[in-house]
């Protein structure tokens, strides 16, 4: 397993869409591996292939404190939605950047694992939120999109103030 380096907004490979997986391999494995180990690494509970410039319908998540209940997606798809919920979201990719965003409650997901095998669920609260957040990064799109102008330019500012004192 390796760290990968994780892009960092406005870099302008985030606004790419992501392909599907083709080829379940050892290839997949190792950037599955890859993306949890980064994900952990970066205190992150999501992330899309996208982020570490791989332009793949990949995702993987773990919402556990202990890091023990890794969930990975492969050219998922929300096959059914209900309800609205604003949830505050943040990411790997705007660090110290946060929002209440709007997202469906209720979810159905029909997805693959590492593997090939098709899967389908029923996700809701932070799982829900987590999926579309994810899924949003496959197709191009941040959550500070959703976002008015004025707003977004403010968190923008204030992530840059951010990453100047971690630097």
């Known amino acids: 397993m390796a760290l990968r380096p994780i892009l960092r907004f406005p870099n302008a490979h985030l606004r790419l869409t992501a392909v599907p997986v083709t080829q379940f391999d050892a290839n997949l494995t190792i950037l599955v591996n890859d993306m949890y180990e980064t994900m952990y690494a970066g205190l992150g509970i999501g992330l899309a292939a996208t982020q570490i410039d791989v332009q793949l319908q990949v995702i993987t998540m773990d919402l556990s404190e202990s890091h023990d209940q890794p969930l990975t997606l492969i050219n998922a798809s929300i096959v059914d939605q209900h309800g609205s919920q604003i949830c505050e979201e943040g990411c790997l990719s705007l660090p110290g950047i946060y929002a209440d965003v709007p997202r469906a409650k209720e979810i159905r ?14 996700a809701d609260g932070l799982l829900a939120v987590c999926i579309q957040h994810e899924l949003d990064h496959l197709h ?13 330019d403010r968190l923008l500012l204030k992530m840059t103030k951010h990453l100047k004192t971690v630097l």
């Open 140 to 152: 191009g799109k941040v959550f500070i999109d959703y976002l008015s102008a004025l707003k977004r």
């Open 109 to 122: 997901v029909l997805t693959f694992n590492e593997h090939g095998n098709a899967r389908e669920f029923d």
